[in-house]
């Protein structure tokens, strides 16, 4: 490279209109900004790296930290993104508690021609015999699907939902529920047999013979729980424990070893992790176990909890419980040394850790990698030589859609999933779509199809046994916030005290229940004469 002081010199004034001669005072100068400048966007732009790039970011540490601080990062990292998850989903539990939230949930069987041809058979019924057997014979025929189902309402300590029971799309039965203030009143109905409320006041009706101040206090802190779960423990203490007791591991794990870009096998593929081991002996569990239990005798977030709110044990008792915790730890301790392993990624992000001991002959290990988009994961434990837990992951990834299978094996037998275009729809409430096919020994595949709107999702599979079709069942769940639970008012009630019940007809009349069992016995089938027979007998015991 050419000298910038002739570089310098060999620049005349006259070249560039407008532009001075640099003299050599004003060079240096100039050099000195220009230079200045240069690191300064390098330094700005490798800061912006730097905060931007996770694998920078953990390169960085790997490389200027020492082992045992590298660790402590890795798992306060880790530890931080867990725990801020954590936090959110427990403050959308929060807003839907106040707002209120509702699911549902349904199981439908589709019956097949083979499994009605198949119980007409076994009971030996031929049309012709007489008109109650080509009635029950109708009534299978005729029988399109079997439904059973339930919903849900909640909003701070109140609940309100119901459980039904339909045929051919056309419910049977329903019984209504509601439940307010944590369960201080009760209330249930069957609508289809009247429209009017049977409550109890489960606390009046306990208060004189169960209700002693231990029930009382457990009652108390049950509502205010469901009312705000706030008071017991905020978002920000829950968040603030997680990286509080990760820390305690840290500060208390000791030497560790490192071993950078250690390249493992995981299935047929190769990942470079960061393998970073520890050294546990009985008296170093012994040591972090106490640390935990004395972080715990001082964490007023517990002491909260147990002792104010659930008023479980008094403050002596609590640390009392804690201490025999750690005196029975120190009595079982042995001389027994187990060696931890993490596996951290190019990125920092730990996936994966595993477990040895040669003097308890304990060998577990789980592990996930990608290598391209091939995706295997691996998870196993033996004992005594013996494996009695193993996990096999082998998978594409296709855009957050994923196309493989997992083999389980436990107790000697091994129970595979296959799945193909298998996503998360909605994350918050575990929603999926994608097809999966369940091998199981000496069972028939059953092969599941699920799907998924964000809002719910339904699982449905078509059964087959020894070449019969039994039908097809789907089963149905969905959620959604902002529906708060309906209560009904105890003043048009019928309320009840268990001790002192003492008429069914105080509350319905013996027609309208007549009524109810004659309108069901139909819609199964079942001709007027005998649906009014079976409906008088079934009811008569109940009025006497």
Same mark, same amino acid.
């Given at each position: 490279m050419a000298d910038m002081n002739e570089w310098g010199n060999n620049s005349s004034a006259d070249s560039v209109s407008g532009v001075e001669n640099v003299t050599k005072g004003k060079k240096g100068k100039k050099i000195a900004i220009?230079?200045?400048?240069?690191?300064?966007?390098?330094?700005?732009?490798? *800061?912006?790296?730097?905060?931007?790039?996770?694998?920078?970011?953990?390169?960085?540490?790997?490389?200027?930290?020492? &082992?045992?601080? =590298?660790?402590?990062?890795?798992?306060?990292?880790?530890?931080?993104? =867990?725990?801020?998850?954590?936090?959110?989903?427990?403050?959308?539990?929060?807003e839907k508690m106040k707002d209120g939230q509702s699911a549902e949930v349904a199981l439908k069987y589709d019956v097949s021609d083979d499994i009605k041809n198949y119980l007409i058979d076994d009971l030996g019924f031929e049309y012709g015999e007489d008109d109650e057997v080509d009635m029950v014979i109708d009534i299978i025929k005729n029988i399109g699907s079997i439904e059973v189902g339930s919903g849900t309402a909640v909003k701070q300590g109140d609940i309100s939902g119901n459980m039904y029971l339909s045929l051919n799309d056309d419910k049977?039965?329903?019984?209504? =529920?509601?439940?307010?203030?944590?369960? *201080?009143?009760? $209330?249930?109905?069957? &609508?289809e047999l009247t429209e009017r409320w049977l409550g109890m006041n489960i606390e009046d009706s306990l208060?004189?013979?169960?209700?002693?101040?231990?029930?009382?206090?457990?009652?108390?802190? =049950?509502?205010?729980? @469901?009312?705000?779960?706030?008071? $017991?423990?905020?978002?920000?203490?829950?968040?603030?424990?997680?990286?509080?007791?990760?820390?305690?591991?840290?500060?208390?794990?000791?030497?560790?070893?490192?071993?950078?870009?250690e390249d493992i096998a995981i299935g047929d593929i190769n990942v470079n992790y960061t393998v970073i081991s520890a050294e546990l002996t009985d008296d170093k569990m012994v040591e972090i176990t106490e640390n935990f239990i004395n972080e715990a005798k001082n964490d007023e977030v517990l002491k909260r909890v147990i002792v104010d709110k659930m008023q479980a044990m008094t403050e002596d008792e609590y640390t009392s419980q804690l201490d025999e915790i750690v005196s029975e730890i120190k009595e079982q301790a042995g001389d027994e040394t187990a060696v931890l392993e993490t596996y951290v990624d190019p990125k920092g992000v730990i996936r994966g850790c595993s477990l040895k001991s040669e003097d308890a002959d304990i060998d577990s290990r789980y592990i996930i990698g990608l290598e391209g988009d091939q995706v295997r994961g691996e998870a196993y434990i033996f004992e005594d030589g013996e494996e009695i837990f193993r996990a096999d992951l082998n998978a594409v990834d296709s855009g957050d859609k994923y196309t493989g299978n997992m083999d389980i094996?436990?107790?000697?037998?091994?129970?595979?999933?296959? @799945?193909?275009?298998?996503?998360?729809?909605?994350?918050?409430?575990? @929603?999926?779509?994608?097809?999966?096919?369940?091998?199981? !020994?000496?069972?028939? &595949? %059953?092969?599941?199809?699920?799907?998924?709107?964000?809002?719910?999702?339904?699982?449905?599979?078509?059964?087959?046994?020894?070449?019969?079709?039994?039908?097809? $069942?789907? @089963?149905?769940?969905?959620?959604?916030?902002?529906?708060? &639970?309906?209560? !009904?008012?105890?003043?048009?009630?019928?309320? %009840?005290? !268990?001790e002192n019940f003492e008429s069914l007809a105080d509350y319905v009349s013996q027609e309208d229940t007549e009524n109810f069992v004659r309108t069901i016995c139909t819609k199964i089938g079942f001709d007027d004469e005998f649906s009014d027979a079976v409906a008088k007998s079934a009811v008569s015991g109940l009025y006497q």
């Open positions: 220009i230079s200045a400048s240069v690191l300064a966007v390098a330094a700005g732009g490798g *800061a912006v790296a730097y905060n931007t790039s996770d694998y920078v970011k953990n390169q960085v540490k790997l490389r200027m930290m020492k &082992p045992e601080k =590298y660790y402590a990062w890795v798992n306060e990292e880790n530890a931080q993104e =867990y725990a801020a998850k954590v936090r959110e989903n427990y403050e959308k539990s929060i049977l039965v329903t019984l209504d =529920y509601a439940m307010a203030d944590g369960a *201080a009143e009760m $209330f249930m109905r069957i &609508p208060e004189d013979t169960y209700m002693d101040d231990e029930t009382r206090a457990i009652m108390d802190a =049950y509502k205010e729980l @469901f009312k705000d779960p706030e008071s $017991f423990i905020s978002p920000e203490e829950l968040e603030n424990m997680i990286i509080r007791y990760t820390k305690i591991w840290n500060n208390s794990v000791g030497e560790v070893q490192l071993e950078k870009s094996t436990a107790e000697g037998e091994t129970v595979s999933v296959e @799945f193909t275009d298998f996503e998360v729809v909605d994350e918050e409430n575990g @929603f999926v779509s994608g097809d999966m096919t369940l091998i199981i !020994p000496d069972v028939d &595949p %059953i092969a599941l199809n699920f799907t998924s709107d964000g809002s719910s999702m339904s699982v449905s599979t078509d059964v087959t046994v020894e070449d019969m079709n039994i039908g097809k $069942f789907t @089963f149905r769940i969905s959620a959604d916030a902002g529906n708060a &639970p309906e209560i !009904p008012g105890s003043d048009g009630a019928y309320m %009840i005290d !268990p």
